[in-house]
């Protein structure tokens, strides 16, 4: 895993490779092992790398072919490489998947892209052609930023590396920051800066260049698809899909242990993390795993569960792992959050200071992770999101009911109230829910029972997921940690996407759970807690402890809730009442200051919005965007 960047115009090739230069630097957290960059007439190609598969010189970046016609910077594990390895003609100078993939689309161009098993994303050069093609995984793994301009393009692993080009100029973008403000997630392929976009996972666009001009083809190797048929199942055939599923995670995790330095996993003690710890355990004597937990002694309600350290060590015995832990503390989130904001850049679903400190922790022992990220997404773990249907309804009333259920921070009426009416921040009231529909499969007419579950599944990996990657990648980046996520292999994930929904969740529970509720909603939670991912509970009795199995769905969250009550009051206070806090030139302070209040009282738990709005504040101020 590294940092790519590269820059594409007509101007002074000498004066690209500085500007290239200062990219590279800003992205070293990502690539401590080595630095290149690379240039030719209008292209340039920049690299910072973290040493996972062939350690050696040979296979640093940008990797230039024998024939000099093309170049490649991509960052991301190939974990199949070695069997894509098998089908090229050419031999090989390094051990490493950056030269098999230079090679690979060489020879089957980007029409076998969809061939790649991992998580990649950077850019390939045509010299002859003149062609620059960026790509990025299936699921987005991995984040490729693009900036446009009028005389050339740039692109990134990290937005920040833009403030190195003469003609990036950070202006705001209003509608996804709308976006945010409605799902705590920008769904859309836009940033909050004006001008620069996230390529679309499964896709690869490229840029020709010829006569002062760049014209740009966007294209898609893989989406998410609906299953169309069922196979009709019996007791017989629900133990054969549970030995199937098994068998495909283990072979994930063994694809994603390939590495030529020491990898650990991420431990929490729930169904997803144990799986994965258990596996590589199995492949790895001695494996590392590493948990956060938190001090609860201030909290109440279900915050009082937010501390997994007991299940974590309870796990870490049975599977003899070496195993380590830390504390957050009431603090730690105003002693990490401008880093967090520096390394995470535009704000993405929950809370991710704790990741911070995960990774940091992890850091210290390995240079790389195994992560349980995708499980619950692909096998149906968040029961109380998913809106279920009696009957078959039309795709416009579900889609209407599911909008509601995904308003995260605020609701359509509330963020009207909350524009500044002297600002130029104006939402349309439209955007968030033509963004939010856009998420589905076009020609949708009717929704079913079963059919709900599927869309809500799709709309999960196509949007929440995301966001979750990229606090993944950019997190453990921040500590030049890899973090490598085994459910997300492809031929794992084909075969859970394509299972009918009874397998995966209980479709009689239908209730829906806020996700701010606590306190006297917990007996209800844990019911409902306990309908998620029933394939997977089931499998694994095999091989973990039944009490593992039965545990109920707990979230990687801190009990803010009850911080920002008590010790972290006059910090929030603070931020928020700030006389000089740049969000009240977009935002009405009086209602900020109204919603906070609610959650002081207790009256509405407003957990998720208050940290949005301190993260908004702390960006404002790190990037200083024009409003």
Sequence with gaps: MCGVVGLLNCQNEEANRFLVTKMVDSLQHRGPDASCVWSDDTITLGHARLSMLDLSDDANQPMISDCGRYALVFNGEIYNYLELKKKLRKSHKTHSDTEVLLYFIIEFGFHGIAELNGMFAGGF????????????????????????????????????????????????????????????????????????????????????????????????????RLPETYAPLSKHGYRTIQDKFLFLLEQAVGRTLRSDVELGAFLSGGLDSSAVSYFSSKRQAHLKTFTVGFDTSSASGLELLFDERDKAEEMSAYLGTEHYETVLKAGDMERSIDQVVYHLEEPRVGQCYPNFYAAKLASKFVKGVLSGVGGDEILGGYPWRYHIVDKSIDFLSFTKAYFKKWQRLLNQDEISQICNLSSSFRPHQDHCFETFVSM????????????????????ETNTFLRGLLIVEDKISMAHGLE?????????????????????????????????NDHGPKLSLFEQRNGQGKLLMREALRSIVPETVCDRRKQGFSSPDGSWFRGESLQFVGDVLGSPNARIYQLLERNTVQELFNQHISGKVNRRLLIWGLIYLERWFERFRPSI
């Design 483 to 515: 973090s490598r996520v085994p459910f997300l292999d492809n031929d794992l994930y084909d075969f859970c996407i394509a299972l009918p929904p009874q397998i995966k969740t209980n479709l009689a529970a239908r209730p829906f759970l806020d996700e």
């Design 440 to 459: 589905f499969p076009r020609g949708i007419e009717h929704v079913s029972s079963n059919s709900s579950l599927d869309l809500s599944i799709l709309f």
């Design 125 to 224: 050069w045509d010299k002859k052609e003149k062609k620059l093609t960026l790509f990025r995984d299936r699921y987005g793994i991995k984040p490729l930023y693009i900036l446009t301009y009028d005389d050339g393009i740039s692109f990134s692993s990290e937005q920040k590396s833009f403030y190195a080009i003469p003609q990036f100029l950070p202006r705001l973008d209003h509608e996804a920051l709308s976006e945010y403000l409605v799902f705590q997630n920008i769904l859309s392929d836009k940033t909050l800066f004006k001008n620069v976009e996230l390529l679309k996972p499964g896709t690869y666009s490229v840029f020709s260049h010829s006569n002062g001009y760049i014209e740009r083809q966007d294209n898609t190797f893989w989406e998410h």
